[in-house]
């Protein structure tokens, strides 16, 4: 399992995503969050192909994850879409756990 918790910014927004490996790099995902939009994309991924999220070259659709924060979403920059897929890349066994940042300064 792979956990990853997620500050989403200015908003004030957070999100917790639990990605289970099942077998075949199909991954189970538990989305809990602080953000109405972002409860929308977990009613609606529960389960995802792993291959097809981490790279839209190889499957014939965008990743489940992304399509879903560009149409439920409501800002694009969310970064919620890209912590599903990190967790998902890592319950897989397709990457290491390792943090991201991004800074922003103005």
């Known amino acids: 399992m792979a956990k990853a918790k997620i500050d989403a910014g200015i908003c004030g927004e957070t999100a917790v995503v639990e990605a ?10 538990k989305i809990e969050s602080t953000c109405p939009h972002i409860l929308k994309i977990g009613d609606e991924l529960k389960e995802v ?10 499957g014939k659709n965008v990743p489940a994850a992304i399509e879903a924060g560009l149409r439920l979403c409501a800002h694009t920059a969310c970064p919620v879409p890209s912590g599903i897929i990190k967790a998902v890349e890592v319950a897989a066994g397709l990457a290491l756990p390792k943090n991201v940042t991004i800074e922003v300064e103005g």
Do not use: F, G, H, Q
């Open 20 to 29: 289970t490996l099942i077998e075949d790099y199909r991954v189970a995902l």
């Open 49 to 58: 192909d792993a291959l097809n999220e981490i790279s839209s070259r190889r």
